[in-house]
C-alpha cells in the first residue's frame, strides 16, 4: 500500500524512535502561526550518501564479514533519501511560501527493493552479494537476543543487529512523493547508479596546508 502524507499512523505502540518522530511533527506542527512562526514537517526516507555514519557502515560491514542476509528474499520496497536530495527537499520547504503548514515526503524517485539496495551496496563494495534469505522472524528473534545479551553486557553501543535496524530492512515502504513535486517543484538530483558510484569513489586527502599566527 502507498503511504501518502494524509495517511494515519499505524495503531499501537510503535518503536521509541519512531515515537519520538511522531511527536516531533505533532510539536512542530502545533506551533504553526503561534506569534507569527511557519513550520513545515518534512519526512526523508532512509538517508544515505557518502559520509552516512549510521546505516551504510552497518550493511558495509556485515557484507565484508559475509554476514549480511537478504530478510524474506529481500522483496519488500524500500525508501531512501540521498543526501543532496533531501537538502534540496529542505531548501524548498524553507523556501516557497505555500509549504507554511504542510508535510511533506522527501525520496529518491527509483522504485527499489531491499535486494536491489544491497547487492548494489555489494557491488559498489567490491563484496560478495548475501548468500542466504532468512525468514523475518528469524532474523528478529536473532536481533532480539543481541541486544539482550548487550544490555547485559551493560555495552553502551548497540550491537551490529538490531530489531529496529531488521524492521528498518524489511518492511515494505511505499511512500508518494507527488505533493512534494507539485507544490515545491521538487525533483531528486542525485539517481541510486550515481550514488552508489559516489560511494565507491575515494575520499580525497585532506590538504590541511600550513597555519600562521
Known amino acids: 500500500e502507498t503511504i501518502d502524507e494524509s495517511t494515519p499512523p499505524a495503531p499501537g505502540r510503535l518503536d ?3 515515537e519520538s518522530k511522531l511527536a516531533g511533527e505533532r510539536l ?3 506551533a504553526h502561526g503561534r506569534r507569527g512562526l511557519a513550520t513545515v514537517v518534512v519526512r526523508p526516507g532512509v538517508i544515505w550518501g557518502r559520509g552516512d555514519p549510521h546505516v551504510l557502515p552497518r550493511i558495509a560491514a556485515l557484507l565484508r564479514r559475509r554476514r ?3 530478510i524474506a528474499g529481500g522483496r ?3 525508501a531512501l533519501s540521498h543526501v543532496e536530495n533531501l537538502s534540496l527537499g529542505l531548501a524548498l520547504a524553507a523556501e516557497v511560501p505555500a509549504a507554511a503548514g504542510r508535510t511533506y515526503h522527501v525520496m529518491d524517485a527509483e522504485d527499489l527493493t531491499a535486494r536491489q539496495g544491497i547487492d548494489g551496496l555489494a557491488d559498489s563494495l567490491g563484496t560478495p552479494r548475501p548468500r542466504f534469505s532468512l525468514p ?3 532474523v528478529y528473534a536473532a536481533a532480539a537476543l543481541l541486544e539482550a545479551g548487550a544490555r547485559a553486557a551493560g555495552r553502551a553501543l548497540a550491537p551490529p543487529l ?3 535496524g531488521v ?3 524489511a518492511s515494505d515502504g511505499r511512500y508518494d512523493h507527488a505533493r512534494a513535486a ?4 521538487y525533483s531528486p538530483l542525485v539517481s541510486f547508479e550515481e550514488g552508489l558510484a559516489e560511494l565507491a569513489r575515494p575520499y580525497p586527502a585532506l590538504d590541511l596546508g600550513t597555519t600562521r599566527r
Open 16 to 18: 521509541p524512535y519512531s
Open 28 to 30: 512542530v506542527l502545533e
Open 68 to 70: 549480511m542476509v537478504y
Open 76 to 78: 519488500n520496497h524500500v
Open 136 to 138: 523475518f522472524l528469524a
Open 162 to 164: 538490531t530489531r529496529y
Open 167 to 169: 524492521r528498518l530492512v
Open 182 to 185: 507539485h507544490e515545491l517543484g
